[in-house]
């Protein structure tokens, strides 16, 4: 969201809002892979991906990157960007730290600090660990950002925001280790609110003071929805910037100024290499699902990012898992970093959800879906998400299932923006809807009250075909 007209940060910088950029609806070409969500990422016009894997000029005219460009500086990602030498740049010192502890906060007990922390299985580590806002208004935040919490009816902070809130109000990179789902877009957006509020008004052609940087563009789209709940009371401006969408919508607003900006890596790197914005204002960097975005090869892509940013920044990491390459990353851009985690380091199944696996042979499972289809038919609110590992197969179930009776959705890397849109809307909406995805949807999708999730096939993480 932005505005094209704001005046002093007293409340007068109201303006006219703009929407987010329309869809566009191209042609693709060669054979993309599902966990390229961002289409920046395919390059050239033999469709090869930028980390080597195959991909097509994805779902939305023209691939991310320009076709001369294909072979520009070996085809690295951001190798049109030259490396910031900071050393020798006179930096504008900033506040970062605004965190007061409330009264009650510290009244409390190390013991009762403890308590809490076992209670909810939160562990940190680190030098000097604030501890938790148990309650919001212990949090210290402004009027409107407490009337907005209520309006949104939360009962009080989830574990990760507890203990999250205190350490980003006062300034210190951290590492936040919990399972989607936990409220850590809240962990961070607030924050980053009270950050810009207290940074000097930002200009016309100026980028923006805070970044987040998100893997797919359904959990970026997640984010700005956040980020516009809480920040439009105080005319702090947003945009959301990815593949698969038009450039021009997105690159105006960016030239607008928008305060946040969520991206996916690929396509910022484009409007970074075309001097279409920068991150010279940038003080507070968020990297939400930073295992995934590794994961899906937007290493080089973070790395070239970072680079245009001023090392004295403050930053956010947020994980669902701990890898090695996920702590190597903290261990070289974040400095004297808190950690928290909450519950386990690793994925595991959540106990509080009955799992049923039925293994069957292959051709036996378009009969046992419809049955369970049919058995489940009779129960109110049966919103289904139905898991396959490839586009066609996608395709195949949602066909089966809407020539039995039923009302299927598919979502898939071939599926446009406006179609993405239109069907995570429906999916939403209904209480008996039917999702049949990749893994596009696996993350991102925001809190659903789910009756029904089938995985129809074995997943694995390496690059062999599964069978099944």
Same mark, same amino acid.
Not at 164 to 178: E, T
Not at 395 to 400: L, M, N, S
């Given at each position: 969201?932005?505005?094209?007209?704001?005046?002093?940060?007293?409340?007068?910088?109201?303006?006219?809002?703009?929407?987010?950029?329309?869809?566009?609806?191209?042609?693709?070409?060669?054979?993309? =892979?599902?966990?390229?969500?961002?289409?920046?990422?395919? /390059?050239?016009?033999?469709?090869?991906?930028?980390?080597?894997? =195959?991909?097509?000029?994805?779902?939305?005219?023209?691939?991310?990157?320009?076709?001369?460009?294909?072979?520009?500086?070996?085809?690295?990602?951001?190798?049109?960007?030259?490396?910031?030498?900071? =050393?020798?740049?006179?930096?504008?010192?900033?506040?970062?730290?605004?965190?007061?502890?409330?009264?009650?906060?510290?009244?409390?007990?190390?013991?009762?600090?403890? *308590?809490?922390?076992?209670?909810?299985?939160?562990?940190?580590?680190?030098? =000097?660990?604030?501890?938790?806002? !148990?309650?919001?208004?212990?949090?210290?935040?402004?009027?409107?950002?407490?009337?907005?919490?209520?309006?949104?009816?939360?009962?009080?902070?989830?574990?990760?925001?507890?203990?999250?809130?205190?350490?980003?109000?006062?300034?210190?990179?951290?590492?936040? !280790?919990?399972?989607?789902?936990?409220?850590?877009?809240?962990?961070?957006?607030?924050?980053?609110?009270?950050? @810009?509020?207290?940074?000097?008004?930002?200009?016309?052609?100026?980028?923006?003071? /805070?970044? /987040?940087?998100?893997?797919?563009?359904?959990?970026?789209?997640?984010?700005?929805?956040?980020?516009?709940?809480?920040?439009?009371?105080?005319?702090?401006?947003?945009?959301?910037?990815?593949?698969?969408?038009?450039?021009?919508?997105?690159?105006?607003?960016?030239?607008?100024?928008?305060?946040?900006?969520?991206?996916?890596?690929?396509?910022?790197?484009?409007?970074?290499?075309?001097?279409?914005?920068?991150?010279?204002?940038?003080?507070?960097?968020?990297?939400?699902? *930073?295992?995934?975005?590794?994961?899906?090869?937007?290493?080089?892509?973070?790395?070239?990012?970072?680079?245009? !940013?001023?090392?004295?920044?403050?930053?956010?990491?947020?994980?669902?898992?701990?890898?090695?390459?996920?702590?190597?990353?903290?261990?070289?851009?974040?400095?004297?970093?808190?950690?928290?985690?909450?519950?386990?380091?690793?994925?595991?199944?959540?106990?509080?959800?009955?799992?049923?696996?039925?293994?069957?042979?292959?051709?036996?499972?378009?009969?046992? #879906?419809?049955?369970?289809?049919?058995? !489940?038919?009779?129960?109110?609110?049966?919103?289904?998400?139905?898991?396959?590992?490839?586009?066609?197969?996608?395709?195949?179930?949602?066909?089966?299932?809407?020539?039995?009776?039923?009302?299927?959705?598919? @979502?898939?890397?071939?599926?446009?923006?406006?179609?993405?849109?239109?069907?995570?809307?429906?999916?939403?909406?209904?209480?008996?809807?039917?999702?049949? *995805?990749?893994?596009?949807?696996?993350?991102?999708?925001?809190?659903?009250?789910?009756? #029904?999730?089938?995985?129809?096939?074995?997943?694995?993480?390496?690059?062999?075909?599964?069978?099944?």
């Amino acid at each position: 969201m932005y505005d094209d007209r704001r005046g002093g940060r007293g409340g007068g910088r109201g303006g006219m809002r703009g929407g987010r950029g329309g869809t566009s609806r191209g042609g693709r070409g060669g054979r993309s =892979d599902d966990r390229s969500h961002d289409r920046s990422r395919s /390059v050239g016009s033999r469709g090869r991906g930028r980390d080597g894997r =195959d991909g097509g000029r994805g779902f939305g005219g023209r691939g991310g990157r320009d076709d001369f460009r294909g072979n520009f500086k070996n085809d690295q990602p951001g190798g049109g960007l030259r490396k910031i030498r900071w =050393d020798s740049v006179q930096l504008t010192p900033f506040q970062k730290n605004f965190y007061v502890p409330h009264s009650n906060v510290q009244n409390r007990s190390p013991a009762e600090v403890e *308590a809490y922390r076992s209670q909810h299985q939160i562990t940190v580590r680190g030098r =000097d660990v604030p501890a938790p806002s !148990i309650y919001f208004e212990e949090g210290g935040f402004p009027d409107y950002a407490m009337k907005e919490i209520l309006k949104q009816g939360f009962p009080n902070p989830t574990p990760i925001q507890a203990q999250g809130w205190p350490i980003a109000l006062s300034g210190r990179d951290m590492v936040g !280790i919990a399972q989607t789902g936990s409220g850590k877009t809240l962990a961070y957006i607030l924050p980053a609110i009270v950050h @810009i509020i207290n940074q000097p008004r930002l200009l016309r052609d100026e980028g923006p003071i /805070v970044l /987040v940087l998100a893997p797919t563009r359904e959990l970026a789209q997640q984010i700005q929805q956040v980020a516009t709940d809480f920040g439009q009371s105080v005319q702090v401006r947003n945009t959301c910037v990815f593949g698969g969408a038009p450039k021009g919508p997105q690159g105006r607003c960016l030239e607008r100024g928008v305060e946040i900006v969520i991206a996916t890596p690929g396509r910022l790197i484009d409007f970074l290499e075309k001097d279409t914005t920068n991150l010279k204002r940038c003080t507070y960097l968020v990297l939400d699902e *930073a295992d995934r975005m590794l994961d899906m090869g937007f290493e080089p892509q973070i790395r070239k990012i970072i680079e245009q !940013i001023r090392p004295d920044r403050q930053v956010l990491m947020w994980s669902a898992t701990w890898p090695k390459e996920v702590k190597n990353l903290a261990e070289e851009f974040l400095h004297d970093y808190i950690q928290i985690n909450i519950g386990s380091l690793s994925l595991s199944a959540n106990h509080n959800i009955l799992q049923i696996v039925d293994v069957c042979e292959e051709w036996e499972k378009n009969d046992k #879906l419809i049955t369970l289809l049919t058995e !489940i038919s009779s129960v109110e609110e049966t919103k289904t998400i139905i898991f396959a590992e490839t586009k066609r197969k996608v395709d195949d179930i949602t066909k089966a299932i809407n020539r039995a009776g039923w009302n299927a959705l598919a @979502i898939h890397g071939d599926k446009n923006q406006m179609d993405r849109d239109y069907v995570l809307n429906q999916f939403r909406q209904y209480p008996e809807g039917i999702l049949v *995805a990749t893994d596009v949807a696996a993350r991102g999708l925001g809190k659903l009250q789910l009756y #029904l999730l089938i995985p129809c096939e074995t997943f694995q993480t390496n690059t062999t075909e599964q069978s099944s």
